[in-house]
C-alpha cells in the first residue's frame, strides 16, 4: 500500500478511506483499532490493512471526533502525528495542533508536492434525521462536516462524513454541479431509542437517492456492512 498512485481510493474499514490525489496521501475518518469493546460501542471487524502499512500521511479528514466509530484511538494517533487535519471547528478546539476547524464552505489550500494546490472545501452534513431534535449550537447529534476536493487537473471528490440529510446533498449538488467521485457513509447507523430509531447515516434507499441527485461518475460507499 505505500506506493502512492495518480488517482485511487481504498476503503479500509468501517467509514476509513485512503484517497491517494494530486500526489497526496489523504486518510478520512481514520479507525484503526483492533476490534473489541470501545466504550458503548464493540468494534467487530478490524481494518484490512493497518496504518503502519499507509506509509507518510499528507491530510487527515475528520468529518467529526465525537463518535469512536468514526475515529478511535489508533486513528486519533495517526491524525495527530500527520501534518495537517481538517475538521470541525468544535473538533478542532478538542484535538488541537495539527488539526484546523473549518465551517461549512470555506476552503483551505493543500500544497501538491509536484506544485500548485488541492483545494479542500468544508461542505454541511446532518448526523440524523432533517427534524430531529437539535442541540444548543444547532447540530442534530453533534457537529459534523463533509468534505470536497479538487484542483487543476484532479477529479473532485465529495467525502460526506456521517449525513443524512437529502437536503444538504441537494444544496452541496446545486454548488459543486461536478462531482466526478463521492464516498458516501451509507450504513444506516441507528442510535436506540434516539431520532425514534431512525437512521443517522444515509441508508441504502437514500444513499442510492444521493448518488442521483450528485451524479458522480464514481460512488465508493464506505461506513456500512
Known amino acids: 500500500m505505500n506506493a502512492r498512485q495518480d488517482c485511487a481510493a ?4 468501517g467509514p476509513t478511506t485512503v484517497l491517494d490525489l494530486g500526489g497526496l496521501r489523504i486518510v478520512s475518518d481514520p479507525t484503526f483499532d483492533a476490534p473489541g469493546p470501545h466504550g458503548y460501542l464493540t468494534k467487530t ?24 466509530d468514526n ?3 489508533r486513528g486519533r494517533a495517526l491524525a495527530l502525528a500527520s501534518p495537517l487535519v481538517l475538521t470541525t ?8 495542533h495539527p488539526a484546523v476547524g473549518d465551517l461549512p464552505w470555506t476552503s483551505h489550500a493543500v500544497e501538491r508536492p509536484g506544485g500548485g494546490d488541492l483545494t479542500v472545501t468544508a461542505v454541511p452534513a446532518v448526523h440524523g434525521p432533517e427534524d430531529g431534535e437539535r442541540d444548543a449550537d444547532g447540530f442534530v447529534n453533534c457537529e459534523v462536516i463533509g468534505f470536497v476536493l479538487s484542483g487543476p487537473g484532479l477529479p473532485t471528490v465529495y467525502v460526506s462524513g456521517d449525513n443524512a440529510s437529502i437536503s444538504t446533498v441537494t444544496e452541496i449538488a446545486d454548488r459543486i454541479p461536478h462531482l466526478d467521485a463521492a464516498v458516501l457513509h451509507a450504513g444506516a447507523a441507528r442510535v436506540e431509542g434516539k431520532f425514534r430509531d431512525r437512521a443517522v447515516s444515509l441508508d441504502s434507499i437514500r444513499a442510492a437517492a444521493a448518488a442521483a441527485v450528485l451524479g458522480p461518475a464514481a460512488v465508493i460507499p464506505a461506513h456500512y456492512d
Open 10 to 13: 481504498m476503503v479500509v474499514g
Open 45 to 68: 471487524t478490524g481494518p484490512v490493512i493497518t496504518e503502519d502499512q499507509l506509509g507518510p500521511v499528507d491530510l487527515v479528514l475528520v468529518s467529526h471526533d465525537n463518535h469512536a
Open 71 to 73: 475515529f478511535d484511538d
Open 89 to 96: 471547528s468544535s473538533g478542532a478546539g478538542r484535538l488541537g
